[in-house]
């Protein structure tokens, strides 16, 4: 049961941090608008594919990843 509560207490942990990192987005004004970031838009029709800002968030999670794993 023990183990349990610990997932629980570390998911609401998760969730909270992706909530703060959700409602502080809009206020970086360059993310989703680096070079190769791709905004196609056609009558009717808008894609949107952020790949530069995809590399550069997959970079700095990775970092916190390795940080992470090495101070345990």
């Known amino acids: 049961m023990e183990v349990l509560g610990r ?5 609401g942990v998760v969730f909270a941090l992706v909530g703060c990192v959700l409602w502080l987005a809009p ?10 970031d791709l ?5 009717g029709f808008t894609l949107y594919f952020p ?4 590399v550069l968030l ?3 999670l990775t970092l916190l990843a390795q940080l992470w794993s090495r101070l345990r």
Not at 27 to 36: C, I, N, T
């Open 27 to 36: 206020q970086v004004p360059y993310l989703g608008k680096l070079p190769g």
């Open 7 to 11: 997932g629980l207490v570390i998911l």
């Open 58 to 60: 997959s970079a700095v």
């Open 39 to 43: 905004r196609i838009e056609r009558a």
């Open 51 to 54: 790949i530069t800002s995809c």
